[in-house]
């Protein structure tokens, strides 16, 4: 890394490096920490919360590089946390959740703000980040998680709307939900969108004509973005 934190001068004294490069070896090593036993349990959560695909054991540790003991162990610790959200996880026939979907609604939000909180405030890359990139990517098709964002930030301020920064990371992961394939469904039906009294709005202009002029920008969006951004309003 050509990194030289401490240097000896000409009188033959070791000396700290003007230029802070010990910083630079701090940010370094977080980058490559390993994720925690903590933040992988984050990760399954994370995971098994927001996917419609058949998983298995197996697919866990591939996915986390570890043993099957630990991802039992894994498991039975989530296992727990999921009945006090009124979540069943079952694993004899794959693993699979079962139960009310305003559950399962609830806890997907809860998982996808916490996600949001953590790439909001990391300033480095680091392992668990880009494993929660991959999720967001595979499970719920956000290639670019900041341009979402940056582009729901735009649109909220056109339209003059405002909102705390947890109001907001919740507004956020609504909409996440409702631009996957996956959950758009589910989700519209259990927030009662009406799409045809939105398009008399004059916000839905106005967001309408926001995509337009991002459209070339937004590769991580779907094309009925427009609908999606408006029902939210409701």
């Not at 419609?52 to 296992?79: A, G, H, P």
């Not at 999720?135 to 709307?161: A, C, H, Q, T, Y």
Request: positive net charge.
């Amino acid at each position: 890394f050509n990194i030289k934190p401490i240097y000896r001068n000409k009188s033959g004294i070791f000396k700290l490096d003007s230029d802070n490069k010990i910083n630079k070896i701090k940010d370094i090593v977080k980058e490559a920490e390993p994720v925690t036993i903590e933040k992988r349990r984050n990760l399954i959560k994370f995971l098994l919360i927001t996917t419609v695909k058949k998983l298995n054991i197996s697919n866990l540790m591939e996915k986390f590089d570890t043993s099957r003991i630990t991802i039992n162990s894994d498991l039975n610790s989530i296992k727990k946390e999921f009945e006090k959200k009124g979540i069943k996880l079952s694993t004899k026939k794959g693993i699979m959740l079962e139960g009310k979907i305003s559950n399962l609604i609830k806890y997907r939000i809860e998982k996808i703000s916490e996600c949001l909180n953590y790439l909001k405030n990391i300033k480095n890359k680091t392992i668990y980040g880009i494993k929660i990139e991959e999720i967001f990517k595979e499970n719920l098709g956000i290639r670019e998680v900041k341009i979402f964002s940056d582009f729901l930030k735009k649109i909220l301020s056109k339209l003059n709307f405002s909102a705390t920064d947890e109001n907001y990371k919740t507004l956020l992961s609504y909409i996440i939900l409702l631009q996957s394939e996956s959950f758009h469904e589910e989700i519209s039906n259990f927030i009662c969108v009406d799409g045809e009294i939105i398009k008399e709005w004059n916000e839905y202009d106005i967001i309408k004509k926001e995509i337009k002029n991002e459209k070339n920008h937004l590769c991580a969006l779907h094309s009925d973005m427009c609908f999606i951004c408006s029902s939210i309003l409701l």
